[in-house]
């Protein structure tokens, strides 16, 4: 059985890069068609579907963060990642990451990462 | 961008009630629409995909119904493991939306 796991830092200043990961254990990070996706969950707000990455590289982001979203697959290290640009306290939020068979369905997840924003 | 609106936000119940959450879409999906579960301090936990099927594992008293733009998830007889907070989801285009939550308490 898959299990993800988000690590990186739990603050961040405004205007820099939050940067996170997620460990992929259980099943290969190359399985067809499964998807790797980050979904977010700021405080009192609704779920957020960040983007996607499938393990060729391919990416799908949301058209919301596209400019300042970035994600990435190391098959050796069975990882992906996302780094988003630019922060503000708007992106203060429980970051997931998740598997699923498409971008849009995610059968998997880690239990989460808080993200502060703040000087 | 498809907004997905639940009703209601929340909802109070005792155990082996049978309950209904309503998720309405701002335009049509098909039945592209996902419900999750989710519990405090957890991830969420996805319970039925395409409207109406039952994820591996999921309880058979959990169901759900609907297409278009109108869609509910029922737990026939409610469990103390099912007090929790529903989340559909619209898997019909991108950006892929969630509803605002349904929070079921006892």
């Known amino acids: 059985q898959v299990q993800l796991q988000e690590s990186g830092p739990g603050l961040v200043k405004p205007s820099e890069t939050l940067s996170l990961t997620c460990t992929v254990s259980?099943?290969?990070?190359?399985?067809?068609?499964?998807?790797w996706s980050w979904i977010r969950q700021p405080p009192g707000r609704p779920l957020e579907w960040i983007g996607s990455v499938y393990f060729s590289g391919t990416t799908y982001y949301s058209p919301s963060l596209t400019g300042r979203v970035s994600m990435s697959v190391d098959t050796s290290r069975s990882q992906f990642s996302l780094r988003l640009s630019s922060v503000t306290a708007a992106d203060m939020a429980v970051y997931y990451c998740a598997r699923g068979p498409s971008i849009a369905l995610y059968r998997a997840w880690g239990q989460g990462t808080h993200v502060t924003v703040s000087s | 961008d498809i907004q997905m609106t639940q009703s209601p936000s929340s909802l109070s119940a005792s155990v082996g009630d049978r309950v209904t959450i309503t998720c309405r879409a701002s335009q049509s999906i098909g039945t592209y629409l996902n419900w999750y579960q989710q519990k405090p301090g957890k991830a969420p936990n996805l319970l039925i995909h395409?409207?109406?099927s039952l994820q591996s594992g999921i309880p058979s008293r959990f169901s759900g119904s609907g297409s278009g733009t109108d869609f509910t998830v029922t737990i026939s007889s409610l469990q103390p493991e099912d007090f929790a907070t529903y989340y559909c989801?619209?898997?019909?285009?991108?950006?892929?939306?969630f509803g605002q939550g349904t929070r079921l308490d006892i």
């Open positions: 259980g099943d290969p990070i190359t399985t067809t068609q499964s998807y």
């Open positions: 395409f409207a109406s």
């Open positions: 989801q619209q898997s019909h285009s991108s950006p892929y939306s």
